[in-house]
């Protein structure tokens, strides 16, 4: 684990805030939990069927002695009375209430909603489509804010760009093709995040193929329009595009490309113009430079609800519980 995560987990700890996990019957969440209560950094909250459960903390020698295990199967009345509440707009009866409540991904919701717990992490083992989904429903986007994202926290070994190896990339995870005023949301959104989690100043590169106009096409003009409508959003940002990606991190091409630029050369926010760019560029990041991806950590909605993607090991998922954990303490 990075000294980085090493660094949130101290944080929550001056602040213990309760995660709840949705999928607790799975081995690597359970596995979680145990490295949570044994570190102390959150309170978790395993939802599933309690038998199943220990079963597998049995077999596994695992730890969770003391942690919460709610069988949503069991139903909560409060909780389907209040999601009937919510959705009654859109024609959901208090039986097919009773029922949705049962999900796991939507019983959890329905924690964070009613105070139960103060963020949910999941993703494990369900789409990001199913995670997402019911935080939309119950919890709904954050005051002020447009657009739900997702972004992920890269931290790269040996590395004296960015914030010292550690970036943003953003979104990665949600808006496939997000238009020209999406993107700018998205940037926005992600230099909070920035100052949330990693602290400092965020220097947000707006990437593109093209370096201030040196190419011309559609994709090129959506990243001029989108650092335009950034930079009128947000004048006290330190944002620049469109910038390659080069010219964003490497100083020595930002002199040739941009030497104007406030951000060139020094930027650790990284938004992209698409999920196809997006998604490449973390996985590349990951691979070939062996980095440390957390997330995709979802920006926008009304309280902390977190993804996770199907390949983690137990390790990330306590990782993004201590940025869940953060997250929440706002």
């Not at 009937?84 to 707009?89: G, I, N, S, T």
């Not at 209430?97 to 717990?117: C, F, H, I, S």
């Amino acid at each position: 684990m990075s000294a980085f995560i090493d660094q949130l987990k101290e944080r929550a700890k001056q602040d213990i805030k309760t995660i709840v996990l949705a999928e607790g019957e799975e081995l690597r969440t359970i596995q979680c939990a145990a490295i949570v209560k044994k570190e102390g950094y959150a309170k978790n909250i395993l939802l599933g069927n309690p038998e199943k459960i220990k079963s597998i903390v049995a077999a596994e020698g695992l730890d969770i002695e003391g942690i919460e295990i709610i069988d949503p199967a069991e139903g909560n009345e409060e909780y389907a009375e209040k999601f009937a509440e919510l959705r009654k707009k859109k024609g959901v009866t208090i039986e097919q209430a009773r029922e949705t409540v049962k999900d796991p991904l939507y019983y959890g919701n329905m924690m964070v909603k009613m105070g139960a717990a103060d963020g949910m992490v999941a993703g494990a083992v369900n789409s990001s489509a199913n995670v997402i989904r019911p935080a939309l429903q119950i919890l709904k986007t954050a005051p002020g804010t447009k657009l739900v994202s997702a972004f992920f926290i890269m931290v790269v070994p040996n590395c004296n760009y960015g914030n010292n190896g550690t970036f943003i990339f953003a979104d990665c995870g949600l808006n496939q093709d997000p238009t020209a005023d999406e993107v700018s949301e998205i940037a926005i959104s992600s230099a909070a995040s920035y100052k949330q989690l990693i602290g400092g100043e965020p220097k947000v590169a707006m990437l593109s193929y093209s370096t201030y106009g040196s190419a011309k096409s559609d994709l090129v003009t959506k990243m001029q329009e989108a650092t335009k409508l950034a930079k009128e959003k947000a004048p006290e940002l330190a944002l620049d595009g469109e910038l390659q990606l080069d010219a964003a991190i490497v100083e020595t091409v930002a002199k040739q490309k941009a030497p104007a630029s406030k951000v060139a050369g020094q930027a650790n926010v990284l938004v992209f113009p698409n999920l196809d760019a997006g998604n490449i560029g973390y996985k590349l990041t990951q691979r070939l430079a062996k980095a440390e991806a957390y997330g995709p950590v979802l920006q926008g909605i009304a309280a902390p609800v977190n993804d996770l993607s199907r390949g983690c090991v137990a390790e990330d998922i306590a990782g993004v519980v201590a940025i869940t954990a953060i997250q929440a303490q706002k």
